[in-house]
């Protein structure tokens, strides 16, 4: 099961953590004047031919989503201050060969041949795998019908050790109640309404959990980015699964669930919230000297599909 973290700035001052939807000022300023390398769109051209079928989008899609969360998300301010990226977006599930073998990433082998492929192809191109993740996660989101177009900065340094072990919530059972999940996720920097719009990302999953039947999907148009995850984790059609986590997180009474009621039928509204987070959920653990410095590869995406809805999305990505 995939859950998202936010992104908390490790500064000359020590941590910052930015809970807020809204941009950092020095994030909006980012790789000003610098061109993207027109390998990035040569990558994404490759990238549609497997991430969309049909009009939709497809399981190696989905892999891209849950990949680029898994990559980044095992950071936590509760451990050392380690470069590159402190456990982040540093692509160490790509390059360690124990990383994929976690639990935590059953059901992504699949997608890690894929894009271990892709990165044998591109890396004399000087193309990172940090990058590479972060880029083709985003591909998919907005290469499902409907999904946003989420900022991509690209200049991440990679290594090969692993990321730290245990900072992943548990979809069922132990831990999978909603003020550890809440608590985890706030130890991160992240907020309700974060931790909300993220996990509307199982708008287009398929759960490889055990606990429920293989492929089975979170809500009823996996190949479609939309709202209906939203409303049919209260009352889910013949054909849906649900994690355990997923119901208590959506529990109305609860501080992300609140939240979560503020997304039923407001694509736009999520829309904008989702790709502020995983636009600093790609940055998870660099500090601003380092990406200040990174260039904007947003270009290079396919265009999106969505309906601007530009009042439902936070200020700072309504002129995008």
Not at 232 to 260: Q, W
Request: proline content about 7%; hydrophobic content about 35%.
């Amino acid at each position: 099961m995939q859950f998202l973290l936010p992104l908390l700035l490790l500064g000359a001052a020590g941590i910052q953590a930015y809970q807020s939807t809204e941009l950092p000022t020095f994030v909006r300023r980012a790789s000003k004047g610098a061109e993207c390398p027109k390998v990035w769109s040569k990558i994404s051209k490759d990238l549609t031919k497997s991430f969309v079928s049909g009009k939709e989008c497809t399981d190696l899609a989905r892999g891209a989503i849950r990949y680029a969360f898994h990559d980044a998300a095992t950071f936590s301010t509760k451990l050392p201050n380690v470069p590159p990226a402190s456990g982040g977006a540093d692509g160490s599930l790509l390059l360690n060969a124990g990383e994929i073998g976690r639990n935590d990433n059953r059901g992504l082998q699949n997608y890690h041949s894929f894009i271990t492929g892709k990165y044998a192809e591109y890396k004399s191109e000087g193309v990172g795998a940090a990058d590479l993740i972060q880029f083709a996660g985003n591909h998919a989101v907005v290469s499902c019908p409907g999904g946003p177009t989420v900022m991509t900065l690209i200049g991440r340094e990679d290594t090969s050790t692993a990321s730290p072990e245990g900072l992943l919530p548990a979809g069922f059972g132990k831990g999978a109640d909603h003020d550890t999940i809440f608590q985890l996720f706030s130890d991160k920097g992240f907020s309700a309404v974060d931790l909300a719009a993220l996990i509307g990302a199982h708008t287009a999953s398929k759960s490889q959990a055990p606990q429920v039947p293989p492929g089975t999907s979170q809500d009823s148009t996996p190949g479609t980015w939309d709202v209906k995850y939203y409303s049919e984790i209260y009352k889910p059609p013949p054909g849906v699964a649900r994690f355990e986590a997923d119901i208590n997180l959506s529990s109305p009474n609860t501080t992300v669930g609140k939240e979560f009621q503020n997304f039923i039928d407001n694509q736009g509204k999520w829309n904008g919230n989702f790709a502020s987070a995983m636009f600093r959920l790609g940055l998870l653990g660099i500090s601003p000297e380092t990406y200040n410095n990174f260039v904007d590869c947003t270009s290079a995406l396919p265009r999106t599909t969505q309906k601007r809805n530009v009042m439902g999305a936070p200020i700072n990505f309504r002129f995008r």
